[in-house]
């Protein structure tokens, strides 16, 4: 059945955009942890 | 939460260890619902195999329901309590919503295309998913468009509780609409055979929204309380610039 | 009684807009052309058969409306954010939602007043034949822009003191307005044709659910965002 194409169609986009949305919450996990690092050192640097 | 300064890291790192079940746990979940659903389901007689695309597209299109209504309710606590943290769920919702609601149409036009022919039925439930799309765009472009953080929330949650309150209308008058210039009728999607794997796949989805949300939810705090803490320095400073 | 006081109040604020405007007809003039620009746009795009274009007529109609009416909202606003006169309003004793109220009759007024020019050019270029149920059709005329000036003040409100401007105030108002439009087109398309399985009453009902509601909420919601 021809029909098949688009099922798997479905899943893979459905996959994709769900590990691509995973992907970039890790990257901004990642941006947003650096920016709290940097924080606190400015705050503990600056209490000085 | 109160956050002094050293007391931040903790709790930051005891959420991200939580979470991580939930980063792993959420694939294998889905890909269990998948695969349950599958097994159980016999070829439809009209649809052919198609039905399976039901098992991404309906859960989809109901989480996608479901952020946006977490968005009115956050709206409407952070006007009343006006806590910042009501904002950044909002707006978490609000980003996880608007790609799910992507989702649903994409998948329901891989649907439409071998059923009908067509990429796009103007079929109700359809047409009012594509409007409930471009309201989180809209909501989200506020506030990506307005940087004072106070107003942006402010104005976040009046524009979200006004969008989520026209979602039924926008569905009420297309449907009226489309029952008026019928042509072709709406997909079933619930039959019995394949309501288990819809619930099944429908929680799996809902896990998986939770994942995204507390995720997200959670960066955004990160980053803002971040930000406070980086303009009390300069302040407690004098103009110290990081 | 403060129920007078606001609803003088109202009355200042709309009165205030309406002279500035008047006194620049130029944007009015702008406006109205523009109106009729998109009428006549539509009419070359959809093709010189008439059967056709008059069987679309009321839904361009309305689009037109839409596509014209939306730069008056934040022209609104411009007068006191140029001046920084927004400051010295907010520090007048009184409700909020008077503010609002006065800015959405003056653009309701203003809108009312282009449609007075467009919905005559639309009639010749669609030929279309006025219906014996006219003043229905006046009153869904009436409600779709009752509907349509309540949240184009509303989000014009934020929208004009951002800095997309331009692009921010269709993007955040025409999906809320698609419900006004259908409803608007549909009974305009009814009525134009004597309305013969009686659409028209659903329609005018759900227009008129549409401004209730949604005048409610943004009287409710406009103290949040019109403030500084």
Same mark, same amino acid.
């Given at each position: 059945m021809r029909e098949w194409r688009f099922v798997i169609a479905a899943y893979v986009v459905t996959w994709v955009v769900l590990i691509g949305y995973a992907v970039r919450l890790f990257l901004v996990n990642r941006r947003v942890t650096a920016l709290h690092d940097e924080s606190v050192r400015v705050v503990s640097g600056a209490a000085r | 939460m109160e956050a002094t300064m050293d007391a931040a890291r903790a709790p930051e790192v005891t959420r991200r260890t939580r979470f991580s079940i939930l980063a792993w746990l959420w694939p294998v979940v889905l890909i269990a619902a998948q695969v349950y659903a599958f097994a159980i389901s016999p070829p439809d007689r009209d649809m052919g195999d198609l039905q399976k695309i039901m098992y991404v597209h309906v859960p989809a299109a109901w989480n996608a329901f479901i952020s946006f209504f977490i968005v009115f309710i956050s709206s409407i606590l952070y006007l009343w309590k006006r806590d910042e943290r009501h904002d950044l769920l909002a707006a978490s919702a609000a980003e996880v919503g608007a790609v799910l609601t992507a989702l649903t149409l994409v998948l329901g036009s891989i649907w439409g295309r071998p059923t009908w022919?067509? %990429? %796009?039925? %103007?079929d109700a439930r359809l047409t009012s998913t594509a409007v409930l799309f471009l309201i989180f765009v809209g909501y989200l472009s506020l506030r990506a468009f307005t940087d004072e953080p106070e107003r942006r929330a402010r104005w976040s949650a009046a524009v979200g509780i006004l969008g989520a309150m026209n979602v039924p209308i926008v569905y009420m008058s297309v449907r009226w609409w489309r029952t008026l210039h019928q042509v072709q009728s709406s997909p079933s999607t619930v039959d019995s055979p394949y309501a288990w794997g819809l619930r099944a796949n429908a929680i799996a989805f809902l896990i998986v929204l939770i994942y995204f949300v507390r995720t997200r939810y959670a960066a955004a705090r990160m980053e803002r309380e971040a930000e406070q803490r980086l303009d009390a320095a300069a302040l407690a400073a004098g103009g110290y610039n990081a | 009684m403060t129920w007078r006081a606001e609803a003088g109040r109202v009355g200042a604020i709309a009165w205030k807009d309406l002279t500035a405007e008047r006194r620049t007809k130029a944007n009015f003039n702008a406006v109205a052309f523009l109106g009729m620009l998109v009428l006549l746009l539509f009419g070359f795009a959809l093709g010189p058969d008439t059967a056709t274009v008059r069987g679309v007529a009321p839904g361009i109609f309305w689009l037109a409306v839409l596509f014209s009416g939306v730069l008056a909202f934040n022209r609104s606003y411009q007068l006191e954010l140029e001046g920084g006169a927004l400051e010295s309003l907010l520090l007048?004793?009184?409700?909020r939602w008077t503010i609002f109220a006065g800015k959405l009759l003056a653009n309701l007024a203003f809108l009312l007043l282009v449609e007075v020019v467009i919905v005559p050019v639309a009639v010749v270029l669609y030929q279309l034949a006025v219906p014996e149920q006219w003043p229905r059709l006046l009153l869904v005329l009436f409600l779709g822009t009752v509907g349509f000036a309540t949240l184009g003040t509303f989000y014009a409100a934020m929208a004009s003191r951002s800095r997309a401007r331009e692009v921010l105030l269709p993007l955040l108002l025409f999906p809320m307005l698609v419900p006004l439009l259908i409803a608007a087109a549909e009974a305009s398309a009814a009525l134009l044709e004597g309305d013969p399985m009686g659409n028209a009453g659903t329609w005018i009902r759900l227009l008129l659910a549409f401004d209730v509601v949604f005048l409610a909420s943004a009287i409710l919601a406009f103290e949040h965002v019109i403030e500084v």
């Open positions: - | 022919g067509v %990429w %796009w039925t %103007w | 007048y004793p009184g409700e």
